[in-house]
């Protein structure tokens, strides 16, 4: 797929980028308001990572040409600003999902990949890695043919995981994933470990590869070798 | 004491004292007035016998008029000329009466006599009497009138003071409303108006600023911790770690995230304070702690904490984030103070939610937990939760309530106390 990211903030521009340049993603950055807008008017892409607070400008202004113009990219709005009222105020305009800074890569990851899947799918959201086959909007799983019955959290976890395939995703990425903030009061993640342990449990008996890996005590690694 | 009071204390002790002095003076110059009056009648009626002896040479024949009596005896030596308080029996009522008398002594041929003039002094002290007693009543209707229009008056002057007092009390740094001016013709209190509004306004002023720099630090820090966050994501991601290298790698996001929590629920108490969280609608409690307790599923099956729960419908107007931040720092707090094997309760109607806990702690101290950054030695939490319960409940006029019975904590919300 083929992202921008316009983000005035170099270290978080250069992860986002390392994080998402590989297997043929096509990455391409902005830092400031003109660049992105000569941007966006050359060029499409899949999806636009939108920081709103941008030198020379704001990001919501980028996001109203871009629906002026009719143009389908996704656009997700990355911003330090947690009122709801400038969340509201991005998603009204027509922005296609809100992350608030600090974020993990992974959840970005996993953000963009989905609106990457509705766009391309145009709502008939089928996913399918190798054996794995999973239709997002009945939120079915099949391994092999095998339908497999996953909770709501080991669900989310599985496509988590395949968003971030071949990415090391930290145990607290995971937590913040599946239970948001209120994840603070645990002291430890073991439970974590329950939830990955089921989901491989289950691929495996209805005959799939074990995909998930430990990665050096940090997190755990989805892997398609 | 109030100032009225302890004014009108002050004022009417010392207005009784000054008018008791002034009766006590005031009855002995007038008796001294009359007695020498009677005195002056007495030495009238001597000179009459000295005259009626010098030209007759022999005693008047002695009448006994009304309140007074001449006494003639004879005697050997002269007496010394003098006046003295006597009694007097009434001729028809028979009953002494004080009176004055002379002593006085004349030569009638060669026989010495001595007289005694003695006269009834009973009108005056009846006079005396009565003016003493007007004295005590004007005394009395001075008081009554002096504590009265004290009360009238003063009160009323006052009453500038005690509007400006009042809204003093009620002044709250968060609120939106100022310190309204209350004129006065007094200039005292013109000043004390002046100064009070100058007061508000500036103590106003310092707490948005302050409010506001925290609210602007909070959001400047966000950028930064993004940075080391996806810093670390993309370290993560380079190769193999050793195991001290991957602990530490851990600690690290647990601070980042820490860090990051502590500085959202900043934002989030900014936000409530400054009324700026404005997406009111109904929410459905049921719903929403049904989706809670599904969060803290995994949570509450490791601490093997019971939860019973026992919800009935119940819908409240307000945001749907602060609720589930209500719900959430509640539920978290339970489950944190909560010990191994133990319960809580949730109860959910119509007028309340009740969320109670077994604890090991006893009782907290409520009003220094509902400060910022209180919290237990053993709590994990950044010790801004309660806090932010309190305000939303404040926000939406809910009743925030805590008791402690039985080693069980119990947290209330009324929902319709200021409906």
Redesign the interface.
Known sequence: MKLLIIEDEAGLRESIEAYFTEEGNICETAYDFSSAMSKVNLYRYDCIVLDITLPNGNGLDILKHLKAGQQADGVLIISAKNSLDDRLTGLDLGADDYLTKPFHLSELRARVAAIVRRKAFNGNNILTLHEIFIDLTAKEVKINQTPVKFTRKEYSLLLYFIANKGKVVSKSAIAEHLWGDSIDIADNFDFIYSHIKNIRKKMVEAGGKDYIQAAYGMGYKFTEA | MKLLDKYNRINISVTVVIMLVTGVTYYFTIHAILTHQVDKALVVEEREVFDYVQLNHHLPQVFRTNHQEIIFTPADDRVKRKFIDTSYRDTKELDLEPARAIITSVMVGPQLYKITVIQSTVETEDLIEDVFLITLILIFILVIALFLSNRLILRRMWQPFYTILNQLKVFNLAEDKTVASVPSTIDEFTELDQAVGIMATKAKDDYLNLKAFTENAA??L??P??????????L??TG????P???L??DI??T???L??LN?SM??LT?IENG????QQIVNLKELLRT?F???E??L??LNIKLITQLADCEVSA?L?LMEVLV?NL??NA??HNLPGGTISVVLDQQQLRISNTGKDGRIDIERVFKRFQKSSAS???GLGLTICRQICNNYGFDLQYQFSENSHQFTVNFTVSE
């Open positions: 959001h400047e966000m950028t911790i993004s940075v080391i966050n996806s810093k670390l994501d993309t993560v991601q193999q770690f050793s195991d290298q991957s602990k790698l851990n996001y647990n980042v995230a820490r990051t929590r959202k934002l989030l936000k700026l969280i404005h997406d809670s599904y969060q803290y995994e949570l099956g490791s945001s984030l959430n539920l978290s489950i944190r994990e939490g950044i």
